[in-house]
C-alpha cells in the first residue's frame, strides 16, 4: 500500500479515535448510571461516617438513653403534661423538643446540686448537704422557668400582634375573599407568632381537620383571652351560618380599642414607676450638690 495512503488511513482513525473519547466524555451519563452513582456515593459516606465516628455513635446514644430515663423517673406525668402545655404556649420550638426538656430537668439537677455542694463545703460542712439540696432542686426547676419564660413571651406577642393580624384579616375578607383564603394571606404576608399560629390552624385544615377543630386547638394553644373570645366567635359563626365578616370587623375595632388603652395605661405607670428612681438615686444627689459646700464650710469654720 503506498506510504500516503497509509498515513490518511493513521490520520482517520486518529481522528475518529478522539472523536470517540470526546463523544463517551460528553454525553450524559444514563438514569441507571447516575442512580448507580448516588447509591455509590450514599454508601460511601454512610461507611466514612461510621468508620471515622464509631466511638461517639456508640457512646452518645447510650448516655441519651440514660438521662432521658433518669429524667422520666423524676417528672411525674402530671410535671410532663405541663410542660407540654407550656411548650404548646412557646410555640413548640423546634431546638427544644419535651424530651430535651425533661433531660434538662437531669443535668440541671446534677450540675447545680454539685455546684450547690461545693458552694455549701465552703461554708462549712454543715451546709454542704443543704446546699446540695437546694442545688438539685433548683437546678431540675431551671428549665421550668425557662419554658415558663419562654411562652410567657410568646403569648405577649401575641396579644401585641393580634390587631393588625384582624386588621389584615378584615380587609381580606371585604375585598371578596374567604374565611382560609384571608388567613392564608395573612399567614403569607405577615412575620410573628400570630401569622405562625394561623398558618399551622391552616396546615391542620389541609391533613383533614376540620376548622372548627383547628380554631378550637388555637384557642386552646393560648391564654390571650381576645383570642379566645375572637375563636370562640369564629367557631360559633360557622356553626350558625353567620357571616364572619362584621365578626371580624367588631373584634378589629375592639383591639384596636385595647390596645390604645394598654397604651395609655403604662403611660400613666411612669410617674408611680419613676418615683423610687428619683427618690433614692437622684434626690441624694442633689442633696451632696446643694448641701455638699455648706457642710464643708460648718466643719472648716469650726461651728
Known amino acids: 500500500m503506498h506510504p500516503g495512503v497509509l498515513v490518511a488511513v493513521s490520520v482517520s482513525a486518529a481522528v475518529l479515535a478522539i472523536a470517540l473519547v470526546t463523544a463517551a466524555v460528553t454525553v450524559p451519563p444514563s438514569r441507571r448510571q447516575r442512580m448507580l452513582r448516588i447509591l455509590a456515593s450514599f454508601e460511601r ?19 441519651v438513653w440514660a ?6 423517673l423524676i417528672t411525674p406525668a402530671s410535671v410532663g403534661a405541663r410542660l407540654s402545655r407550656q411548650l ?49 432542686v433548683g437546678g431540675m426547676i431551671v428549665p421550668d422557668l425557662l419554658v415558663y419564660n419562654a411562652g410567657t413571651k410568646r403569648q405577649q406577642e401575641i396579644g401585641r400582634a393580634l390587631p393588625d393580624v384582624l386588621d389584615a384579616m378584615v380587609i381580606g375578607v ?14 403569607q404576608l405577615l412575620r410573628g407568632p400570630m401569622p405562625d399560629e394561623i398558618n399551622r390552624v391552616l396546615q391542620e385544615m389541609r391533613l383533614g381537620v376540620a376548622r372548627t377543630v383547628a ?46 388603652q394598654r397604651a395609655e395605661e403604662q403611660a400613666q405607670k411612669v410617674t408611680v414607676k419613676l418615683l423610687f428612681p428619683v427618690i433614692f438615686c437622684l434626690f441624694p444627689v442633689i442633696f451632696i450638690i446643694v448641701l455638699g459646700p455648706a457642710i464643708i464650710n460648718i466643719m472648716t469654720t469650726g461651728f
Do not use: C
Not at 242 to 254: D, P
Open 67 to 72: 438521662i432521658q430515663r433518669a429524667g422520666n
Open 215 to 260: 380554631l378550637r386547638a388555637l384557642g386552646a394553644r393560648t391564654t390571650v383571652r381576645d383570642l379566645k373570645t375572637l375563636v370562640t366567635a369564629l367557631v360559633q359563626a360557622g356553626e350558625l351560618g353567620i357571616s364572619v365578616a362584621g365578626i371580624l370587623r367588631e373584634h378589629a375595632a375592639e383591639q384596636r380599642m385595647r390596645r390604645r
Open 45 to 63: 459516606s454512610r461507611n466514612v461516617r461510621a468508620v471515622q465516628k464509631p466511638l461517639g455513635g456508640r457512646l452518645r446514644t447510650p448516655v
Open 174 to 187: 371585604e375585598s371578596g375573599l374567604g374565611l382560609d383564603a384571608a388567613m392564608a394571606q395573612v399567614a
Open 88 to 136: 404548646d404556649f412557646a410555640g413548640n420550638p423546634r431546638d427544644w423538643p419535651l424530651d430535651r426538656v425533661i433531660r434538662g430537668r437531669v443535668v440541671g439537677l446534677v450540675v447545680i446540686g454539685l455546684l450547690g455542694y461545693l458552694g455549701g463545703g465552703n461554708l462549712g460542712g454543715a451546709y454542704a448537704l443543704p446546699g446540695l439540696l437546694v442545688g438539685a
